[in-house]
Nanobody, 124 residues
C-alpha cells in the first residue's frame, strides 16, 4: 500500500501547478483522500478532502484556497489531483496526500496512510 504525491515545483506568484496523488496496492477510487501541507516552521494543515464522489457534500477545500484550488479524480489512473491556480507565496509548503483505507466520505476517521510529500515553492 503506497501513496505518492508529485507535481510540485517552483512557480511564480499567480502561477499554477497540478499535484497528483497516485496509489499503488489499492484502489484509490474507493476511499476519501485528503491533501495536507506543511510550511517551514509551521504545523501541518489540511487543504482539501475528496470523497469517493468528488461532487458529494462532504468533499471540501479550506477557505484559504477556495476559488484558487480545485480537486478531481481520474479513476482509470488511480489518481487524485489538486489543481492549484493563482498561487501565492504563502502556499509554499510540502504537500501530502493521505487516506485511512476505510472511509468513502470526508473527513476520514483518521489518516493512517501518507504519501511522500511534494515541494511547492511560490516565489518570484
Amino acid at each position: 500500500v503506497q501513496l505518492q504525491a508529485s507535481g510540485g515545483g517552483l512557480v511564480q506568484p499567480g502561477g499554477s501547478l497540478r499535484l497528483s496523488c497516485t496509489a499503488s496496492g489499492f484502489t484509490l477510487r474507493n476511499y476519501a483522500i485528503g491533501w495536507f501541507r506543511q510550511a517551514p516552521g509551521k504545523e501541518r494543515e489540511g487543504v482539501s478532502c475528496i470523497g469517493t464522489n468528488e461532487n458529494d457534500d462532504t468533499s471540501y477545500l479550506v477557505d484559504s484556497v477556495k476559488g484558487r484550488f480545485t480537486f478531481s479524480r481520474d479513476n482509470a489512473k488511480n489518481t487524485v489531483y489538486l489543481q492549484m491556480s493563482s498561487l501565492k507565496p504563502e502556499d509554499t509548503a510540502v504537500y501530502y496526500c493521505a487516506t485511512d483505507l476505510y472511509s468513502s466520505s470526508c473527513p476520514p476517521l483518521r489518516y493512517d496512510y501518507w504519501g511522500q510529500g511534494t515541494q511547492v515553492t511560490v516565489s518570484s
